[in-house]
């Protein structure tokens, strides 16, 4: 069974950085495709940033220019970090691992942001 595990959650003011961290417990190179949702109180999950094993992102547009994914394969981990936070990025952040793009995956159990003054 695949586990992922979510870290590096927090509160943070307005403008400032986090960076997620993701643990998987096996290679991430058999996931196709992995990636951070987020769930915000009374909202959907949605999509926030997603890395391929083509090296292809995909970012949300309320997070382009802001957030970054990356990976590294040696650690089994996959990071988001995260600059000029906004209180719109408060939610619960997810990692998502696909073996095949489109299939229901493996998902952490999240980490809460809150960006708040």
């Known amino acids: 069974q695949v586990q992922l595990v979510e870290s590096g959650g927090g509160l943070v003011q307005p403008g400032g950085s986090l960076r997620l961290s993701c643990a998987a417990s096996?290679?991430?190179?058999?996931?196709?495709?992995m990636g951070w949702y987020r769930q915000a109180p009374g909202k959907q999950r949605e999509l926030v940033a997603t890395?391929?094993?083509?090296?292809?992102?995909n970012y949300a547009d309320s997070v382009k220019g802001r957030f970054t994914i990356s990976r590294d394969y040696t650690k089994k981990m996959v990071y988001l970090q995260m600059n000029s936070l906004k209180p719109d990025d408060t939610a619960v952040y997810y990692c998502k691992a696909e073996q095949q793009m489109g299939d229901s995956g493996y998902w952490g159990q999240g980490t809460q942001v809150t960006v708040s003054s």
């Open positions: 890395i391929t094993t083509g090296v292809s992102r």
């Open positions: 096996t290679s991430i190179l058999s996931f196709n495709r």
